[in-house]
């Protein structure tokens, strides 16, 4: 096993790990999300008078639908289906109705998932100095060959990889960096569970990791459940299939960086 990844699941299973990654990913709920008045008044307006239409339109311009129905995102992508379908917006306007226009607020106003919160903090610890120096601009970055972390977006990155490391992967970077004359791409990610977009999440990172004919240590800095030893699949495969790749946890990658 590569012996970063073995480092990582002893760090997440012997140490305090959660402790320690929390100084990284601090998953704080945001506060509610706002709704402006004259939206809100039109909302008001509409469920009062018993405007099904009027109902779910003015709702569908707001971020969070009061509701959780496998056909709301297909009326939020074609507006039209609303008048085409009247017995589907009768239905959830049912629902509507049985909630109330209280409850239909707080759920509008319900503070973003965490786990969709998390995705620019790799970026701010990194800004913080956390690998001990701080990132640079493309200019500053380009202009020596001292050890340098790049600052910049995922396109940045991406077309930085791109123009200077034969980097030809579609997928957006959130890390390059040269230490000791060596460049060092990758992706960082929090994987908070199994499943679905989490198991989505971590086949982009290593899809990223398996990219051929870049110039450069290419790294998955990957942090979470993944880590738990047992039979997951996602530990089983950062054991077995993926063992000879450089997975590691973002709380070992500074000592990763200076032994290159």
Same mark, same amino acid.
């Given at each position: +096993? ?12 012997? %140490?305090?790990?959660?402790d320690d990654l929390f100084q990284l990913y ?5 506060? =509610? %999300?706002?709704?402006?008045? #004259? ?16 109902? *779910?339109? #003015? ?25 085409? $379908?009247? %017995?589907?917006?009768? %239905? @959830? ?5 049985? +909630?109330? =226009? ?18 620019? +903090? ?10 001990? @120096?701080?990132?640079? $601009?493309? #200019?500053?970055? *380009? ?12 396109k940045e990155n991406m077309d930085f990889a ?43 990172? =290593? ?9 450069? =240590?290419?790294?998955? *800095?990957?942090?979470? *459940?993944?880590? /738990?030893?047992? $039979? ?14 450089? /997975? +590691? ?10 032994? @290159?």
């Open positions: +096993m590569n012996r970063w990844t073995k480092l990582s699941i002893d760090y997440a299973n012997q %140490r305090s790990y959660l601090p998953t704080i709920p945001e506060g =509610i %999300r706002d709704i402006d008045k #004259e939206s809100w008044a039109k909302i008001e307006q509409a469920f009062y008078d018993e405007d099904n239409y009027s109902l *779910v339109c #003015e709702l569908l311009k707001l971020d969070l639908f009061p509701i959780k129905d496998s056909y709301i995102s297909y009326l939020r992508r074609d507006r039209k289906a609303i008048e085409r $379908n009247p %017995r589907t917006i009768n %239905r @959830i306007c049912g629902r509507l109705y049985e +909630m109330g =226009i209280d409850k239909i607020f707080e759920r509008c106003t319900e503070p973003k998932e965490t786990n969709r919160q998390i995705g620019p +903090m790799f970026r701010y610890w990194l800004k913080e100095k956390s690998l001990g @120096i701080i990132p640079v $601009n493309w #200019e500053l970055f *380009v202009s020596d060959d001292k050890d340098a972390i790049l600052d910049g977006s995922d791109r123009q200077f490391l034969g980097y030809r992967h579609e997928k957006g970077l959130d890390f390059v960096a040269r230490f000791n004359n060596k460049y060092v791409i990758g992706e960082a990610k929090f994987l908070t569970d199994f499943g679905g977009h989490q198991n989505a999440q971590f086949n982009d990172a =290593i899809s990223t990791l398996r990219t051929e004919g870049v110039e450069a =240590i290419i790294v998955a *800095v990957l942090d979470g *459940v993944l880590c /738990i030893e047992g $039979n997951n699949k996602m530990y089983k495969s950062l054991i077995e299939k993926y063992k000879d790749y450089n /997975i +590691m946890s973002a709380l070992v990658l500074r000592e990763f960086l200076y032994q @290159i």
